[in-house]
């Protein structure tokens, strides 16, 4: 490079050399020219200035270095005719001229910055500072801090404010009320000391609730849906009114059948020889959804039993192995049961809660289930008869009161034997034979939502309010594994995988998590199932026969679809008007689905 930057010559001339050496002789001061080349070297940092160059819309569309000593002035791009003859802009000095075309100036240490253009010093106290800045922010206007002390011109919305203008003036003191006299407790003049409440942020002691009008209202509409959900296919205006269910009294039961038996003299406890025969094809044991008879997402609606409760349902349930009967319970207090593969018809209703009907829960032949309700009691009931056999308190007392049971589980492995997850942290293991309880389990510090049972019935696990989740072994009431993060939250409902490798539960984060069943119970971080709006309420979710499908209800009345192996949603629609609560899958037919939601209605999709 220094070789290059020293050569030079003036001329091409044979005698150049001479010539220059007779110049060098005849001045003394004379120096030899050299020319300096500078290649893609950064320009200096006196004149790092940069020229604007704007469209018609006074876009910027290019920056220019400026022409000038010691300036780089090589362009690294080819730029059009017109953007180079375009004016300049930039920011001006207080005269007009454009700091751009203004000759750089020396610093100094009074002046601030470098380069042409001038700049104005502006200095304010710390204390007045904040203190118009605090007006501001408080009344919306401040004093003007450029037209110098003496002005009293102020910036924001002054309208109403005549105390911004005024930097010395006083905020108005708020007027607190009486303290009270200490001798006066309630009432008015009570004392209330310092705690005296301003003038201005006087609370309007009203309650908060719906009108008269609207309260009457409301009553008559739970007295038409009382007189109309007794009907035999759901609709409206096709049955007598029913009185409500009076605790004390003898529980009550409805066949709505045209008749009890067939010419062959069989219930619809029969199962019919499709069914018979598809019991338990479908399903599988790998847990991967590897099967046969693939799962699908139902496409249509097959039947809705509309106002199928008063007040919302809760739960639905097929029957174990066949799935041709459909239960049903609601905030009625009442118990229905669907014929799910025939003529899709109401059957037989039960009545025996003075109040709604949490769960409802099948043993596992089918022939008895068991109904928990918010009245306090879990009641057996006979699926053919609906004849009520046994009747459970959640208190030792035998009232009911004080607890209610949220939910209510047989051993799949004794029929004879049930949990009840209840409301004051319990867990009771009841025998039916003997009409009482036998065992408690007692760890939890909330009510107690869910119960599941796995590994072959050996063990179970219930979740609770208090957002842990507990393994116990059946019969000992000691908990041999706590599922509890600070991370967690609370998942009132639980589902098995069909292969029974897995347990699907509905966190009230918006997500299902999946835990594994295996000797070390820990969640599987990298299977979730999310998507759906579901915190706050205890939507249950389901499996497909086969395990391939998850399903679930959403706080918006939507039923979501999820693929096993993937987590990806494979359908999903709007189902109901209100909370979708629950969904069943059919245990034979792996599309047909049932739903149940809080309009009251019960919809069985294909």
């Given amino acids: 490079m220094d070789i290059l930057n020293q050569y030079g010559s003036d001329n091409d001339g044979s005698d150049s050399g001479s010539e220059a050496a007779a110049t060098a002789a005849t ?58 003859m375009r004016p300049l802009v930039g920011p001006a000095d207080p005269d007009g001229t454009l700091l751009a075309n203004k000759p750089p100036t020396t610093t100094s240490s009074s002046s601030i910055g470098g380069g042409g253009g001038t700049a104005e010093r502006q200095a304010i106290e710390e204390a007045a500072f904040r203190e118009q800045e605090r007006l501001f922010w408080r009344h919306g206007s401040a004093r003007d801090p450029s037209v110098g002390a003496s002005a009293a011109a102020t910036v924001g919305n002054s309208k109403g404010n005549a105390r911004a203008a005024d930097a010395g003036g006083k905020r108005a003191r708020r007027r607190r009320d009486k303290a009270g006299d200490p001798a006066i407790v309630r009432d008015e003049g009570a004392y209330q000391g310092p705690w005296a409440q301003f003038e201005s942020e006087k609370k309007r002691a009203e ?19 009382a007189e109309t959900s007794g009907a035999a296919d759901g609709a409206p205006g096709a049955a007598r009114p029913r009185p409500a269910y009076v605790a004390g009294q003898p529980e009550r039961t409805q066949l709505h059948a045209p008749t009890e038996r067939d010419y062959q003299g069989r219930t619809y406890m029969h199962v019919p020889g499709e069914l018979r025969r598809l019991g338990g094809a479908v399903r599988s044991d790998d847990g991967a959804g590897a099967q046969t008879a693939g799962s699908a997402p139902p496409s249509r609606l097959l039947r809705e039993w509309k106002g199928a409760h008063a007040g919302g349902a809760s739960a639905v349930r097929f029957i174990p192995t066949s799935g041709h009967l459909l239960l049903s319970s609601g905030m009625d207090g009442m118990v229905k049961l669907f014929d799910a593969h025939g003529s899709l018809a109401l059957l037989r209703s039960y009545g025996g809660h003075s109040l709604g009907v949490r769960d409802i829960s099948f043993a596992p032949d089918g022939r008895s289930f068991l109904s928990s309700s918010y009245d306090g009691f879990t009641k057996l009931w006979d699926t053919e008869t609906g004849a009520c ?15 209610s049971p949220n939910v209510a589980r047989f051993c799949p492995a004794d029929a004879n034997v049930f949990l009840a997850g209840l409301s004051d942290k319990r867990i009771v293991q009841w025998d039916v034979r003997a009409r009482e309880s036998t065992l408690e389990y007692n760890q939890h510090l909330g009510a107690v939502n869910s119960l599941t049972f796995f590994d072959s019935s050996r063990r179970f696990v219930s979740s609770s309010d208090d957002k842990t989740m507990r393994v116990w072994e059946f019969g000992i009431p000691v908990v041999i594994k706590l ?3 600070a ?54 979710p389901a499996f497909a026969p086969d395990g391939a499908v998850l399903a679930s209800g959403d706080a918006e009345g939507r039923v979501w679809c999820w693929d096993w192996r993937s987590a990806a949603v494979v359908a999903r629609w709007s189902a109901h008007d209100k909370v979708a609560i629950c969904a069943d899958w059919h245990p034979c037919l792996p599309s047909r689905l049932a739903t149940c939601s809080w309009d009251g209605s019960v919809k069985y999709w294909e």
């Fill in 27 to 84: 001045s003394k001061y004379a120096q030899q020219v050299v020319r300096q080349y500078k290649v893609d070297t950064a320009p200096d940092t006196i004149g790092n200035r940069q020229i604007a160059i704007a469209n018609d819309s006074n876009q910027v569309v290019a920056l220019l270095p400026p022409a000038g000593a010691g300036q780089q002035r090589e362009m690294h791009h080819n730029m059009e005719y017109a953007q180079m």
């Fill in 207 to 225: 309650t908060s609730g719906p009108t008269d009008a609207q309260r009457a209202a409301h009553e008559q509409r739970m007295a038409a849906f």
């Fill in 389 to 403: 056999t046994a009747a459970f308190a959640a208190c030792n007392r035998g009232t009911g009161g004080g607890a």
């Fill in 483 to 485: 599922i509890a993060d």
């Fill in 487 to 540: 991370a967690m939250h609370s998942m009132p409902a639980v589902a098995l995988h069909p292969s029974g490798r897995w347990l699907a539960a509905q966190s009230m984060d918006n997500r299902i998590v999946v835990f594994g069943t295996g000797d070390r119970i820990r969640p599987h971080r990298r299977k979730v199932f999310a998507g759906h709006l579901a915190a706050g309420f205890a939507c249950q």
